[in-house]
């Protein structure tokens, strides 16, 4: 996991949450098997910042995954195939994503 220290916004106009907000992302988490093209990105962010009992689901916010997506090209990634996974993927502490070749393989080139 890489730990970084960023707030991001929500919009409040995705499908699981009208709250819109700063949230505070805590660390990056990739996980994929060797042979696959394919992988989840989990965005983990403070519970202080965001409580999804309370807030709803991050997940399908429309502002928060441009945000991000432009915070990982600032780190060096290649963001253009990472994307909001299923509903069922999200977590209490995180915001899970597909991550394509793409982001796979530069998440691998800048060393983590």
Do not use: C
């Not at 988490?29 to 689901?57: M, P, T």
């Not at 990472?82 to 982001?103: C, I, W």
Request: overall charge neutral; proline content about 1%.
């Amino acid at each position: 996991m890489i730990k970084v220290s960023k707030t991001l916004k929500t919009n409040g106009k995705g499908f699981w949450t009208n709250v819109a907000k700063s949230v505070k992302i805590t660390g990056l988490n990739l996980r994929h098997d060797e042979e696959s093209k394919y992988g989840e990105l989990q965005v983990f962010f403070s519970i202080k910042s965001w409580d999804i009992d309370r807030h709803g689901l991050i997940y399908t916010d429309d502002l928060f995954i441009k945000q991000l997506k432009k915070y990982l090209v600032g780190l060096g990634f290649d963001s253009e195939d990472v994307g909001y996974s299923e509903q069922g993927m999200q977590g209490d502490d995180y915001v899970s994503l597909d991550a394509g070749p793409k982001f796979i393989e530069s998440f691998s080139k800048v060393g983590v």
